[in-house]
């Protein structure tokens, strides 16, 4: 491999890293907050893709605008997912909890084969196949407006998890549940928007991400598999163990595939599930997180 396709494939990998980061951070705050574990993210992910799609299919909105339209649709459905389902499946086993958001996961997928088919769906724009050349490496535009839009997303959860009220609130539920009952603090609401903010990440994923790969039932579930390796490789329920773990993940997964076969890529981040499971199983920012 020469070094013009390693760099390349570092730049891809660090991009698709970002975006990954942005998914995993969702599911990663549910589980903080929560203590529960949302398998049904990935469709949530799915559903935010289909509505970049038809936004733009049928209406004629650029997925960048549509995502001042999908993202208050999906926090608004992560607070009826918290307000139907996931304060009932607070009070069972986590057994239980773990089945009921499975099977609300293969539910939101047979809902989408119903309505949509199994066809891809992808947006097609001038820019699709644009890029910016820089010495030996290429990089599409749609990926870099995906990359800059999760950097700054990013961002924008860490300052409000570190320097608001509301994050503090969250923080601390987060180490004590009953600690911070005992304070006054509504716990109830803190989980509503604690699913919310996990939720409507993906409604700026979502859209951007449909302008790169295609949209059809199962795509939620790959992206599920992928951050759930991300979480326990950073850490469950820790912020910047999720950048890490996209980040290690996107890289090692990009170049693997610059290496070896795309099957072969795809294989990766389970290898590297496994070796962290072996060698530090509580995840690499546990420490830090703590």
């Not at 170049?255 to 294989?267: L, R």
Request: hydrophobic residues 60%; charged residues 5%; proline residues 3%.
């Amino acid at each position: 491999m020469s070094f013009g396709i390693f760099l390349q494939a570092v730049v891809s990998g660090l991009a698709n890293g970002a975006i990954y980061a942005l998914i995993a951070v969702g599911l990663t705050l549910v589980f903080g907050v929560m203590r529960i574990i949302n398998f049904a993210h990935g469709e949530f992910l799915m559903i935010a893709m289909y509505a970049g799609y038809f936004s733009w299919a049928l209406l004629g909105i650029d997925p960048l605008l549509s995502i001042l339209i999908v993202t208050p649709a999906l926090m608004l459905a992560g607070v009826l997912l918290y307000g139907s389902l996931v304060r009932f499946a607070l009070n069972v086993p986590e057994i239980n909890q773990m089945a009921v958001t499975l099977g609300l996961s293969l539910l939101l997928q047979h809902l989408a084969l119903v309505l949509f088919t199994g066809d891809n769906m992808l947006v097609t724009q001038p820019r699709s196949t644009a890029g910016i050349v820089m010495g030996p490496v290429v990089v599409q535009i749609n990926q870099l407006i995906a990359c800059g839009a999760s950097l700054t997303l990013l961002g924008l959860l860490y300052l409000f998890m570190k320097r608001t009220d509301f994050g503090l609130v969250m923080r601390a539920v987060s180490q004590s549940r009953d600690g911070a009952a005992l304070s006054g603090i509504d716990i109830a609401s803190v989980y509503k928007w604690a699913m919310a903010v996990g939720v409507g990440t993906l409604g700026v994923t979502g859209p951007l991400l449909v302008s790169i790969l295609y949209a059809n039932p199962h795509v939620g579930a790959l992206f599920t598999l992928k951050a759930f390796v991300i979480v326990i490789v950073g850490g469950l329920g820790s912020f910047g163990g999720a950048l890490l773990g996209a980040m290690v993940v996107g890289l090692a997964e990009s170049i693997a595939g610059a290496w070896f076969s795309a099957s072969a890529a795809a294989a990766v981040p389970f290898a590297i599930l496994i070796l962290i499971l072996l060698v530090r199983p509580e995840g690499l920012m546990f420490r830090v997180s703590r």
